[in-house]
């Protein structure tokens, strides 16, 4: 049967974030830019039909005053209480983190590019993925603390890349990027011009074929939507 997913396009202006997870979710896919205000319908509402749940990055952080974060939040909170699949990356992550009672905090630098990760645990979301394995970051912030019951799946030295709450997810790396996103957010940084260079010049083919693998966090959220089986109606 075909699934329908949600994507919930948390970025500011024109971005491959969309792009990026509709390509990479062999599913039929709806894009919510909440960012311009396109809320998605409510769980309970007669306009639901969806599956599962996606979350994409953002330029902002999510503990800014927006509005549109601050509705974002409440409709999450309905979804998750009904028990729906949802998986965030890197803000995605983040803000499932901060909605469901966790901490992210500033982390005063990037952590940008290719990056080493390591799983913790068993956990079918990292199914066919390596205990060490790569893939891009981009972020300032970061989860300091994982909302209260919530499982811990993957660290780096930075910290929590990977968590496990319910039927939530949350991913701090960017599995659905390619090379061309990769280059164009590391353009993109009000960094030194050393810090980026030093960052393009780490986005190889091997970086790049390394980081790959990450990808089975589609199929894998996938497949759990497949067989998932609500424990609660909202």
Same mark, same amino acid.
Not at 17 to 45: C, G, H, I, W, Y
Not at 151 to 161: C, M, S
Not at 170 to 181: K, L, M, N
């Given at each position: 049967?075909?699934?329908?997913?949600?994507?919930?396009?948390?970025?500011?202006?024109?971005?491959?974030?969309?792009?990026?997870?509709?390509?990479?979710?062999?599913?039929?896919?709806?894009?919510?830019?909440?960012?311009?205000?396109?809320?998605?319908?409510?769980?309970?509402?007669?306009?639901?039909?969806?599956?599962?749940?996606?979350?994409?990055?953002?330029?902002?952080?999510?503990?800014?005053?927006?509005?549109?974060?601050?509705?974002?939040?409440?409709?999450?909170?309905?979804?998750?209480?009904?028990?729906?699949?949802?998986?965030?990356?890197?803000?995605?992550?983040?803000?499932?983190?901060?909605?469901?009672?966790?901490?992210?905090?500033?982390?005063?630098?990037?952590? !940008?590019?290719? =990056?080493? /990760?390591?799983? +913790?645990?068993?956990?079918?979301?990292? *199914?066919? #993925?390596?205990?060490?394995? &790569? @893939?891009?970051?981009?972020?300032?912030?970061?989860?300091?603390?994982?909302?209260?019951?919530?499982?811990?799946?993957?660290?780096?030295?930075?910290?929590?890349?990977?968590?496990?709450?319910?039927?939530?997810?949350?991913?701090?790396?960017?599995?659905?990027?390619?090379?061309?996103?990769?280059?164009?957010?590391?353009?993109?940084?009000? !960094?030194?011009? =050393?810090? /980026?260079?030093? +960052?393009?010049?780490?986005?190889?083919? *091997?970086? #790049?074929?390394?980081?790959? &693998? @990450?990808?089975?966090?589609?199929?894998?959220?996938?497949?759990?939507?497949?067989?998932?089986?609500?424990?609660?109606?909202?």
């Amino acid at each position: 049967m075909d699934q329908r997913i949600a994507v919930i396009d948390a970025s500011l202006g024109d971005t491959p974030a969309a792009e990026n997870l509709q390509r990479e979710l062999d599913a039929t896919v709806s894009v919510f830019k909440v960012s311009e205000e396109e809320m998605p319908p409510s769980v309970s509402s007669a306009d639901w039909n969806f599956d599962g749940v996606v979350i994409s990055g953002s330029q902002t952080s999510v503990y800014d005053d927006r509005d549109w974060i601050h509705d974002l939040t409440d409709w999450f909170r309905r979804v998750h209480e009904a028990d729906v699949p949802v998986l965030g990356i890197c803000w995605g992550h983040q803000f499932i983190a901060q909605a469901l009672g966790g901490r992210v905090v500033d982390m005063l630098e990037y952590e !940008l590019g290719y =990056e080493s /990760i390591t799983r +913790v645990g068993e956990e079918p979301l990292f *199914e066919g #993925v390596p205990e060490e394995f &790569v @893939s891009f970051e981009t972020h300032s912030d970061r989860v300091a603390e994982v909302p209260p019951g919530a499982t811990t799946l993957a660290r780096n030295d930075v910290g929590v890349q990977a968590f496990r709450l319910g039927s939530a997810y949350g991913v701090q790396f960017h599995p659905e990027y390619d090379r061309q996103t990769a280059v164009w957010v590391t353009e993109g940084k009000a !960094l030194p011009d =050393e810090r /980026i260079q030093s +960052v393009l010049d780490g986005i190889t083919d *091997e970086t #790049v074929e390394a980081a790959r &693998v @990450s990808k089975r966090v589609f199929d894998n959220f996938r497949s759990m939507v497949a067989t998932h089986q609500p424990t609660r109606r909202v």
